[in-house]
């Protein structure tokens, strides 16, 4: 098995690129495993972990309901913000500046091969993280990302996730806020849950701004403890 993530930070990227991107390095381990499967030979197959933070976006989900998002796509426009129907499970999300979304496009085979545990490990790695700012992140029962106050009239989701999985490859992951303009997310009904509110990180701690360099480093010291894994940046390990 090979534990070594290759990672990119992509920096400020168009959701369409970055998509496209995302599907080819999945082609690829996808593509890799076939390969050996019909040679009847065991290559390692790579990972990926992408970090990129995307302009004005907002995304639909296979199973979401195009009603939860609350404008057209005029006022969308208006607003600098693009809109997608793409191939993830969930509803619909936004994503733009000041959030920091991850993408893992890993060959599960490599580490295990269960998806709810793969979703709670994306899970975890945000708790964890949230606790080191003194944050208590919590899990809400049959609503897949981490949330802070559950149970409570005070509910707030502060990071969202989906993800797609073929042949045990992961792709698309999870959106963070972190010194996010929640504005947006009154466009729409966050991931199809009603009454509910959105937080961004800077908020919870009273900051104008959070070191988003610095929340990075902990989500992958944090991976790279759940997933065994050994994150690797140019050819050199983090």
Same mark, same amino acid.
């Given at each position: 098995?090979?534990?070594?993530?290759?990672?990119?930070?992509?920096?400020?990227?168009?959701?369409?690129?970055?998509?496209?991107?995302?599907?080819?390095?999945?082609?690829?381990?996808?593509?890799?495993?076939?390969?050996?499967?019909?040679?009847?030979?065991?290559?390692?197959?790579?990972?990926?972990?992408?970090?990129?933070?995307?302009?004005?976006?907002?995304?639909?989900?296979?199973?979401?309901?195009?009603?939860?998002?609350?404008?057209?796509?005029?006022?969308?426009?208006?607003?600098?913000?693009?809109?997608?129907?793409?191939?993830?499970?969930?509803?619909?999300?936004?994503?733009?500046?000041?959030?920091?979304?991850?993408?893992?496009?890993?060959?599960?085979?490599?580490?295990?091969?269960?998806?709810?545990?793969?979703?709670?490990? @994306?899970?975890?790695?945000?708790? $964890?993280?949230? +606790? =080191?700012?003194?944050? *208590? !992140?919590?899990?809400?029962?049959?609503?897949?990302?981490?949330?802070?106050?559950?149970?409570?009239?005070?509910?707030?989701?502060?990071?969202?996730?989906?993800?797609?999985?073929?042949?045990?490859?992961?792709?698309?992951?999870?959106?963070?806020?972190?010194?996010?303009?929640?504005?947006?997310?009154?466009?729409?009904?966050?991931?199809?849950?009603?009454?509910?509110?959105?937080?961004?990180?800077?908020?919870?701690?009273?900051?104008?701004?959070?070191?988003?360099?610095?929340?990075?480093?902990?989500? @992958?010291?944090?991976?790279?403890? $759940?997933?065994? +894994? =050994?994150?690797?940046? *140019? !050819?050199?390990?983090?």
């Amino acid at each position: 098995m090979n534990k070594k993530v290759l990672l990119e930070d992509l920096g400020q990227k168009d959701y369409q690129e970055t998509w496209d991107y995302q599907e080819f390095l999945f082609k690829g381990i996808v593509d890799a495993k076939i390969k050996n499967r019909r040679e009847e030979r065991n290559l390692p197959t790579p990972n990926h972990f992408l970090f990129v933070e995307h302009p004005h976006v907002f995304t639909l989900g296979k199973s979401g309901d195009m009603e939860n998002l609350l404008v057209d796509e005029g006022v969308l426009a208006e607003k600098g913000a693009k809109f997608y129907k793409i191939n993830r499970g969930g509803d619909i999300t936004y994503h733009g500046p000041g959030q920091i979304v991850g993408y893992p496009i890993l060959d599960l085979d490599n580490f295990f091969t269960d998806i709810h545990k793969y979703l709670r490990f @994306l899970e975890e790695m945000v708790i $964890l993280t949230l +606790a =080191e700012y003194g944050l *208590k !992140g919590e899990r809400s029962e049959g609503e897949t990302g981490v949330w802070l106050d559950v149970g409570t009239p005070f509910a707030r989701k502060i990071c969202a996730m989906g993800v797609r999985a073929s042949r045990w490859v992961t792709m698309h992951g999870f959106a963070f806020n972190i010194n996010a303009d929640l504005g947006y997310f009154d466009l729409m009904i966050p991931c199809g849950i009603k009454d509910k509110a959105v937080t961004s990180l800077n908020i919870e701690l009273g900051k104008e701004r959070v070191d988003m360099e610095e929340v990075k480093q902990k989500l @992958l010291r944090h991976f790279e403890t $759940l997933f065994e +894994a =050994e994150l690797i940046k *140019k !050819g050199i390990p983090i």
